[in-house]
């Protein structure tokens, strides 16, 4: 069991608002996008909306036990996580398992998920000021747009650069997808991760813990 | 579980060293990376205005680049419909009437036989990016209403794009300014559809929004009627730097 049912609702629900924001974004912004599609109010509007969402299911997503200790695992950098973003073979496989003792989360997936969440704050907090601009002078509003303008291009290569690397892991679309992964793979690119859910199991079966099962 | 909650407060409220279990788990870099980036923010917004400016000059000699990146200056396209039906020169009609002596509909050669006003000037969006010294001509506004006669009681003019949804509005008194152009030319070229051509209005005083695009009819009426932009709460009398909340300096 890799991420529960509440964790993979959260992940889709932000990931559809912020496809939706990133697509009428570009929409908006590249000059030979916006003469095909115009419609500017319409996709101001939409753009606005999805921008004021995107952080609710992640708000709302606190409230699972599983979602915290996920924050909590990508928050940690562990010597192995240094090792495997300085390593060539990072993701080298010997005898099934994966050379480097990767937790649940690589140091790539940590990064990700660093980058995404301080993006996130900072495109809500430079789109208020361009949504209400009125208590704002000028100096803000162009600092405020300045940012904005330049990690959307920054968010749009490391959104494409995380569904790349998904979409060609079957194992890892699978996890997401279902919430389930196969013992192979994990032992191949988590393999820490497979050492600290078995160990934990067999806890729980000599009996030192009960209910929960992960 | 209630203690290991308990532990966890503790833990969070007190001040002491890192617990065993922590280092175990390693530095929190997530969370240096989610403040860093905010720090960054913040800085980006101080400095962004003059940063921008700078970034400007340092692509302008790049030239076409700001028809892909926006943010690298130049124009940015704007329209309000989903497409908009593209006008040869040749098949390009305006008509000019409401409370006019003579109402009547011109085409691209009937302005160029009107008297000719070319303006260097600056084109500032209120959205806040700004092009500098673009070279505009065509009629300006105030040789048009000459011929067509304007009536006594007329207060206002209306302009309308054949984008079927724009409008704006000037007074008579803003009409007849000598850099309120009905631009046929740009840049030393025609005007090009995606720029609002084959005929478009140049407010030079005024906000992007008052420089109607795709022009296809002008009106002569008895008070100023709000546009597009100033249903959805833009300023009507839109002069740069004193409307509009906005500081920017006159064009």
Same mark, same amino acid.
């Given at each position: ?27 908006? #912004? ?16 939409? @753009? ?8 609710? &299911? ?40 994966? =050379?480097?003792? !990767? ?16 993006? !996130? ?9 361009? %949504? ?22 920054? !968010? ?21 997808? %279902? ?14 991760? =497979? ?5 934990? @199991? ?13 | ?26 530095? &929190? ?10 720090? $960054? ?9 003059? /940063? ?8 302008? &000699? ?7 990146? &926006? ?5 940015? #396209? ?5 497409? =908009?039906?593209? #006008? ?6 305006? %008509?000019?009437?409401? /409370?006019?002596?003579? *109402? ?36 300006? $506004? ?9 009536? *006594? ?12 949804? #724009?409008?704006?509005? /000037? %007074? ?26 084959? =005929? ?11 420089? $109607? ?39």
């Amino acid at each position: 069991m890799r991420f529960t049912r509440a964790e993979r609702s959260i992940h889709h629900v932000t990931a559809l608002l912020m496809l939706v924001c990133l697509g009428t974004a570009a929409a908006l #912004y590249f000059p030979t996008l916006s003469t095909v599609v115009g419609r500017r109010e319409l996709l101001k509007t939409v @753009h606005i909306w999805c921008g004021f969402a995107l952080p609710v &299911p992640i708000v709302l997503g606190l409230a699972s036990r599983a979602f915290r200790a996920d924050i909590r695992r990508l928050n940690r950098f562990a010597p192995h996580d240094w090792e495997w973003l300085k390593r060539g073979d990072r993701r080298a496989v010997h005898d099934g398992r994966g =050379v480097l003792p !990767v937790g649940k989360f690589n140091a790539g997936q940590k990064l990700n998920a660093a980058f995404t969440a301080g993006a !996130v704050m900072l495109m809500l907090g430079t789109g208020e000021v361009l %949504t209400f601009p009125d208590p704002w002078a000028d100096r803000w509003r162009t600092g405020a747009t300045f940012v904005h303008d330049w990690l959307f291009l920054a !968010v749009l290569a490391v959104t494409a650069g995380h569904l790349w690397e998904a979409l060609r892991d079957r194992g890892a679309m699978t996890g997401m997808l %279902t919430g389930r992964v196969d013992r192979d793979w994990a032992a191949r690119h988590h393999a820490g991760w =497979v050492d600290a859910v078995q160990s934990e @199991h067999v806890q729980n079966t000599n009996g030192q813990e009960t209910g929960t099962a992960r | 579980m209630a203690p290991r909650v308990v532990t966890k407060l503790w833990r969070r409220c007190s001040n002491g060293g890192v617990s065993e279990e922590e280092r175990a788990e390693g530095s &929190p870099v997530g969370r240096r990376i989610v403040l860093g980036m905010l720090g $960054l923010g913040a800085a980006g917004v101080a400095v962004g205005a003059s /940063l921008q400016e700078r970034v400007n000059h340092a692509l302008a &000699p790049v030239g076409q680049l700001g028809n892909v990146l &926006p943010a690298a200056g130049g124009f940015r #396209y704007y329209t309000v419909t989903g497409s =908009v039906k593209h #006008y040869s020169g040749a098949d390009w009609r305006m %008509t000019v009437d409401g /409370l006019v002596d003579k *109402p009547r509909t011109f085409g691209m050669a009937d302005l160029a036989r009107l008297p000719q006003t070319a303006l260097d000037k600056d084109f500032q969006c209120v959205t806040g990016w700004r092009v500098p010294d673009v070279r505009w001509a065509g009629v300006a $506004l105030p040789d048009l209403l000459q011929v067509v006669g304007v009536a *006594p009681q007329a207060k206002a003019v209306r302009f309308t794009s054949f984008d079927g949804v #724009y409008t704006e509005s /000037l %007074t008579l008194d803003q009409a007849r300014r000598r850099d309120v152009l009905v631009a046929t030319r740009m840049e030393g070229g025609p005007v090009t559809h995606d720029h609002g051509g084959p =005929v478009r209005l140049y407010v030079a005083p005024m906000y992007g929004y008052k420089s $109607l695009k795709w022009l296809g009819g002008i009106e002569l009426t008895d008070r100023v009627r709000s546009g597009y932009w100033e249903r959805r709460g833009y300023d009507v009398d839109a002069w740069v730097g004193r409307s509009n909340g906005r500081d920017d300096a006159p064009t």
